[in-house]
């Protein structure tokens, strides 16, 4: 086996120590809780709806996000606060709002007067 670079045997036996310790205590709900708003940031900057975000636009991986969210946080209200709940709930909501008006917009801004001319 080879060594990663820079590391004796014993720091490798130690890092592996100290990441099993990590796995230990670590619980599931805490990393749905990561994963849920990982992807919720995900989804807001898929939609593309910010000058900073628009060139990341790609509406299915943002759908890809909202069902993710909607199948995941129902998982949790046995174990997580119901605040959390509503939180992810809103997120949802506004997740879903902010799409419908993206797909109804077209993916290249148009240039439109409003004087006309």
Wanted: hydrophobic share 35%; charged share 35%.
């Amino acid at each position: 086996m080879s060594e990663p670079e820079g590391l004796s045997q014993e720091e490798q036996e130690r890092v592996a120590r100290e990441l099993a310790d990590q796995l230990r205590r670590l619980r599931v709900e805490d990393v749905l809780i990561n994963t849920l708003m990982t992807v919720s940031s995900i989804g807001y900057r898929r939609l593309g709806m910010t000058e900073d975000t628009g060139e990341d636009r790609d509406l299915e991986q943002a759908r890809l996000a909202i069902e993710t969210m909607r199948a995941l946080t129902p998982v949790l209200e046995k174990f997580v606060p119901a605040e959390l709940i509503r939180e992810f709930d809103q997120s949802i909501a506004s997740l879903q709002l902010a799409y419908a008006e993206s797909v109804s917009e077209p993916s290249e801004t148009s240039e439109e007067d409003d004087g006309g001319g």
